[in-house]
């Protein structure tokens, strides 16, 4: 095998858990190959550079292997690797994030918690 469709290969490499969310990834502009936007039915073939966005993060990865079928995560890992850059920013970006979350608390008060806040509240009027 020497070509392959691009969403049938980021399904296989479990980027997407379906080839139909892969599909609306890259024509939501989400997966660019080579800097480039690049369309659904695209072939690609080995030695290509990736960038995969999921979530808040970019991945850049370059594809070692080609495939067309879902194995095991561990067959799907050796289809790619992930570039040094793109592992230092995302682990800067992470970093950056938990540090901006460190003082929020996302757990709701308990019941002396809204007597105090609702007492604040009605000595403010």
């Known amino acids: ?15 997407y858990k379906t ?13 660019h190959a080579d800097g480039q936007r690049i369309k659904a039915s695209k072939e690609i073939t080995t030695g290509i550079t990736l960038g995969i966005r999921q979530g808040w ?3 850049e990865v370059e594809v070692l292997a080609l495939s067309d ?9 050796t289809l790619y690797r992930e570039t040094e850059a ?21 757990e709701r008060p308990n019941k002396k918690q809204r007597r105090q806040i609702h007492r604040f509240l009605r000595d403010q009027d």
């Open 1 to 15: 095998m020497d070509k392959v469709r691009i969403d049938k290969w980021l399904w296989a490499a479990r980027f």
């Open 19 to 31: 080839r139909s969310i892969a599909k609306q990834a890259i024509e939501g502009g989400k997966v």
């Open 57 to 59: 993060d970019l991945v």
């Open 69 to 77: 079928q879902r194995r095991g995560a561990d067959v799907a890992r």
């Open 86 to 106: 793109s592992i230092a920013r995302r682990e800067q970006a992470s970093a950056e994030r938990r540090a901006g979350n460190a003082g929020i608390r996302s």
